[in-house]
Protein backbone atom coordinates (compact mmCIF):
# COMPACT_ATOMS: atom_id res chain seq x y z
CA UNK A 1 0.00 0.00 0.00
CA UNK A 2 1.53 3.33 -1.15
CA UNK A 3 1.89 5.81 1.89
CA UNK A 4 2.39 9.48 1.45
CA UNK A 5 3.75 11.77 4.47
CA UNK A 6 4.33 15.38 4.22
CA UNK A 7 6.98 16.88 6.57
CA UNK A 8 8.55 20.63 7.24
CA UNK A 9 7.92 23.78 9.16
CA UNK A 10 4.48 24.43 10.08
CA UNK A 11 4.94 28.32 10.60
CA UNK A 12 6.85 30.56 8.00
CA UNK A 13 7.64 34.44 7.60
CA UNK A 14 6.05 36.82 5.08
CA UNK A 15 8.74 36.92 2.10
CA UNK A 16 10.65 33.78 3.14
CA UNK A 17 10.65 30.64 1.16
CA UNK A 18 8.30 27.83 2.17
CA UNK A 19 9.74 24.39 2.13
CA UNK A 20 7.91 21.11 2.12
CA UNK A 21 9.04 17.41 1.56
CA UNK A 22 7.01 13.94 0.92
CA UNK A 23 7.99 10.78 1.47
CA UNK A 24 6.78 8.21 -0.48
CA UNK A 25 6.51 4.53 1.09
CA UNK A 26 5.38 1.47 -0.23
CA UNK A 27 6.31 2.36 -4.19
CA UNK A 28 9.28 3.31 -5.69
CA UNK A 29 9.22 7.09 -6.95
CA UNK A 30 10.99 6.25 -9.93
CA UNK A 31 8.06 3.67 -10.72
CA UNK A 32 7.03 5.20 -14.66
CA UNK A 33 3.77 6.32 -15.15
CA UNK A 34 2.97 8.48 -12.09
CA UNK A 35 3.14 12.31 -11.60
CA UNK A 36 4.45 12.98 -7.65
CA UNK A 37 1.89 16.42 -7.17
CA UNK A 38 1.42 19.30 -4.51
CA UNK A 39 -2.00 20.61 -4.11
CA UNK A 40 -3.22 22.99 -1.31
CA UNK A 41 -6.21 23.92 0.18
CA UNK A 42 -6.77 27.13 1.61
CA UNK A 43 -8.58 27.27 5.57
CA UNK A 44 -12.36 26.76 4.51
CA UNK A 45 -11.94 26.82 0.38
CA UNK A 46 -11.79 24.55 -2.58
CA UNK A 47 -8.37 22.43 -3.49
CA UNK A 48 -5.89 24.16 -5.57
CA UNK A 49 -3.13 22.68 -8.08
CA UNK A 50 0.30 23.51 -7.46
CA UNK A 51 2.10 21.32 -10.01
CA UNK A 52 4.14 17.94 -10.57
CA UNK A 53 6.96 16.17 -11.45
CA UNK A 54 6.84 13.37 -13.26
CA UNK A 55 9.23 10.20 -12.80
CA UNK A 56 11.19 11.45 -15.75
CA UNK A 57 11.56 15.07 -14.19
CA UNK A 58 9.57 16.85 -16.45
CA UNK A 59 7.57 19.57 -14.04
CA UNK A 60 4.38 21.41 -14.93
CA UNK A 61 3.14 23.86 -12.74
CA UNK A 62 0.14 26.14 -11.93
CA UNK A 63 0.63 29.37 -13.83
CA UNK A 64 -1.25 31.13 -10.76
CA UNK A 65 1.61 30.40 -8.91
CA UNK A 66 4.28 32.35 -11.54
CA UNK A 67 7.31 30.90 -11.11
CA UNK A 68 7.36 30.45 -7.69
CA UNK A 69 7.36 27.16 -7.16
CA UNK A 70 9.86 24.65 -7.21
CA UNK A 71 9.16 20.54 -7.07
CA UNK A 72 12.30 18.64 -6.99
CA UNK A 73 12.86 14.64 -6.64
CA UNK A 74 15.34 12.52 -4.33
CA UNK A 75 15.03 9.14 -5.65
CA UNK A 76 17.76 8.13 -2.79
CA UNK A 77 15.58 9.02 -0.54
CA UNK A 78 11.89 8.21 -2.22
CA UNK A 79 11.38 11.71 -1.48
CA UNK A 80 9.52 15.09 -3.52
CA UNK A 81 9.81 18.55 -2.20
CA UNK A 82 8.45 21.55 -2.50
CA UNK A 83 9.96 24.97 -2.26
CA UNK A 84 7.52 28.05 -2.93
CA UNK A 85 9.31 31.94 -2.56
CA UNK A 86 8.32 34.91 -1.66
CA UNK A 87 5.36 33.70 0.59
CA UNK A 88 2.43 35.78 1.61
CA UNK A 89 -0.71 35.53 4.12
CA UNK A 90 -2.77 34.12 1.05
CA UNK A 91 0.21 31.30 0.87
CA UNK A 92 -1.66 29.91 4.24
CA UNK A 93 -2.89 26.32 3.44
CA UNK A 94 -3.32 22.46 4.09
CA UNK A 95 -0.55 21.30 1.56
CA UNK A 96 -1.19 17.81 0.39
CA UNK A 97 1.20 16.10 -1.67
CA UNK A 98 -0.40 13.55 -3.64
CA UNK A 99 0.28 10.67 -6.41
CA UNK A 100 -1.11 10.83 -9.82
CA UNK A 101 -1.57 7.99 -12.03
CA UNK A 102 -1.80 8.45 -15.75
CA UNK A 103 -4.47 5.67 -15.43
CA UNK A 104 -6.89 7.44 -13.17
CA UNK A 105 -5.89 10.73 -11.30
CA UNK A 106 -4.73 11.80 -7.54
CA UNK A 107 -5.47 8.13 -6.04
CA UNK A 108 -2.46 8.78 -3.21
CA UNK A 109 -2.71 11.41 -0.78
CA UNK A 110 -1.16 12.67 2.39
CA UNK A 111 -3.05 13.56 5.28
CA UNK A 112 -2.06 16.90 4.56
CA UNK A 113 0.03 19.35 6.60
CA UNK A 114 -1.19 23.08 7.75
CA UNK A 115 1.55 25.74 6.86
CA UNK A 116 0.84 29.19 8.29
CA UNK A 117 2.89 32.51 7.14
CA UNK A 118 2.66 35.28 9.57
CA UNK A 119 5.43 37.31 10.84
CA UNK B 1 -13.19 32.17 -8.33
CA UNK B 2 -12.85 28.36 -9.56
CA UNK B 3 -12.63 27.47 -13.11
CA UNK B 4 -15.00 25.11 -12.98
CA UNK B 5 -18.19 25.73 -10.73
CA UNK B 6 -20.36 23.78 -8.49
CA UNK B 7 -23.18 24.39 -6.16
CA UNK B 8 -21.71 25.14 -2.93
CA UNK B 9 -24.16 23.29 -1.48
CA UNK B 10 -26.50 20.02 -1.87
CA UNK B 11 -28.86 18.15 0.32
CA UNK B 12 -31.51 14.57 0.48
CA UNK B 13 -32.53 12.22 3.08
CA UNK B 14 -30.67 8.24 3.16
CA UNK B 15 -31.72 6.52 0.63
CA UNK B 16 -32.93 9.47 -2.03
CA UNK B 17 -30.61 10.23 -4.74
CA UNK B 18 -28.58 13.42 -5.50
CA UNK B 19 -26.73 14.67 -8.33
CA UNK B 20 -23.98 17.36 -8.18
CA UNK B 21 -23.16 19.28 -11.08
CA UNK B 22 -19.78 20.73 -12.68
CA UNK B 23 -19.41 23.45 -14.88
CA UNK B 24 -16.78 24.07 -17.18
CA UNK B 25 -15.33 25.45 -20.73
CA UNK B 26 -14.62 24.07 -24.09
CA UNK B 27 -10.83 24.34 -22.90
CA UNK B 28 -11.00 21.37 -19.95
CA UNK B 29 -14.37 19.30 -19.92
CA UNK B 30 -15.04 20.13 -23.43
CA UNK B 31 -11.89 17.90 -24.06
CA UNK B 32 -10.76 16.42 -21.41
CA UNK B 33 -11.52 14.22 -19.27
CA UNK B 34 -13.92 14.21 -15.63
CA UNK B 35 -12.38 13.22 -12.19
CA UNK B 36 -14.68 13.81 -8.77
CA UNK B 37 -12.74 13.90 -4.98
CA UNK B 38 -14.93 13.26 -2.22
CA UNK B 39 -13.20 14.98 0.94
CA UNK B 40 -14.82 13.80 4.47
CA UNK B 41 -14.43 16.28 7.30
CA UNK B 42 -10.48 16.75 8.64
CA UNK B 43 -9.21 14.10 5.93
CA UNK B 44 -7.57 14.32 2.69
CA UNK B 45 -9.48 14.17 -0.62
CA UNK B 46 -10.29 10.41 -2.23
CA UNK B 47 -10.49 9.88 -5.65
CA UNK B 48 -14.30 8.82 -6.32
CA UNK B 49 -14.69 8.46 -10.05
CA UNK B 50 -12.44 9.24 -13.01
CA UNK B 51 -11.98 9.53 -16.32
CA UNK B 52 -15.78 10.64 -16.92
CA UNK B 53 -17.47 8.09 -15.41
CA UNK B 54 -14.99 4.92 -13.78
CA UNK B 55 -14.93 4.19 -10.44
CA UNK B 56 -11.46 3.29 -8.82
CA UNK B 57 -11.62 -0.62 -6.60
CA UNK B 58 -13.25 -0.07 -3.25
CA UNK B 59 -15.54 3.24 -4.55
CA UNK B 60 -19.74 1.69 -3.85
CA UNK B 61 -21.30 1.68 -7.31
CA UNK B 62 -23.63 4.27 -5.28
CA UNK B 63 -21.63 6.79 -7.32
CA UNK B 64 -21.51 7.43 -10.93
CA UNK B 65 -20.28 9.87 -13.15
CA UNK B 66 -21.72 11.71 -16.25
CA UNK B 67 -20.17 13.81 -19.03
CA UNK B 68 -22.13 16.28 -21.72
CA UNK B 69 -20.23 18.75 -23.84
CA UNK B 70 -19.20 21.41 -20.93
CA UNK B 71 -20.77 19.62 -17.94
CA UNK B 72 -20.04 16.72 -15.66
CA UNK B 73 -22.87 15.59 -13.11
CA UNK B 74 -21.82 13.23 -9.95
CA UNK B 75 -24.74 10.78 -8.89
CA UNK B 76 -25.25 9.29 -5.45
CA UNK B 77 -27.70 7.13 -4.96
CA UNK B 78 -29.18 5.46 -2.11
CA UNK B 79 -27.62 8.46 -0.14
CA UNK B 80 -26.23 7.28 3.54
CA UNK B 81 -25.21 9.37 6.47
CA UNK B 82 -21.67 8.82 5.90
CA UNK B 83 -21.72 9.99 2.36
CA UNK B 84 -21.80 13.72 4.33
CA UNK B 85 -18.75 15.33 2.80
CA UNK B 86 -17.36 17.84 0.14
CA UNK B 87 -17.23 16.87 -3.29
CA UNK B 88 -15.01 18.43 -5.46
CA UNK B 89 -14.70 18.14 -9.73
CA UNK B 90 -11.08 18.45 -11.72
CA UNK B 91 -10.22 18.43 -15.20
CA UNK B 92 -7.01 19.41 -17.20
CA UNK B 93 -7.63 22.55 -18.50
CA UNK B 94 -5.18 23.63 -21.76
CA UNK B 95 -5.50 27.72 -21.69
CA UNK B 96 -2.50 29.31 -20.01
CA UNK B 97 -0.21 26.34 -21.37
CA UNK B 98 -2.33 23.90 -19.47
CA UNK B 99 -2.86 23.68 -15.67
CA UNK B 100 -4.94 21.27 -13.17
CA UNK B 101 -8.09 22.64 -12.08
CA UNK B 102 -10.87 21.97 -9.28
CA UNK B 103 -14.50 23.08 -9.12
CA UNK B 104 -14.70 24.77 -5.99
CA UNK B 105 -16.65 22.09 -4.46
CA UNK B 106 -19.92 21.04 -3.34
CA UNK B 107 -20.59 20.22 0.71
CA UNK B 108 -22.99 17.73 0.57
CA UNK B 109 -25.20 17.57 3.69
CA UNK B 110 -27.46 14.35 4.81
CA UNK B 111 -31.00 15.09 6.72
Known amino acids: QVQLQESGPGLVKPSQTLSLTCTVS??????????WSWIRQHPGKGLEWIGY???????YYNPSLKSRATISVDMSKNQFSLKLSSVTAADTAVYYC???????????WGQGTLVTVSS | QSVLTQPPSASGTPGQRVTISCSGS????????VNWYQQLPGTAPKLLIY???QRPSGVPDRFSGSKSGTSASLAISGLQSEDEADYYC????????????FGGGTKLTVL
Open chain 1, 98 to 108: ARKSVTTDFDY
Open chain 1, 26 to 35: GGSISSAGYY
Open chain 1, 53 to 59: IYYSGRT
Open chain 2, 26 to 33: SSNIGSNT
Open chain 2, 51 to 53: SNN
Open chain 2, 90 to 101: AAWDDSLNGRRV
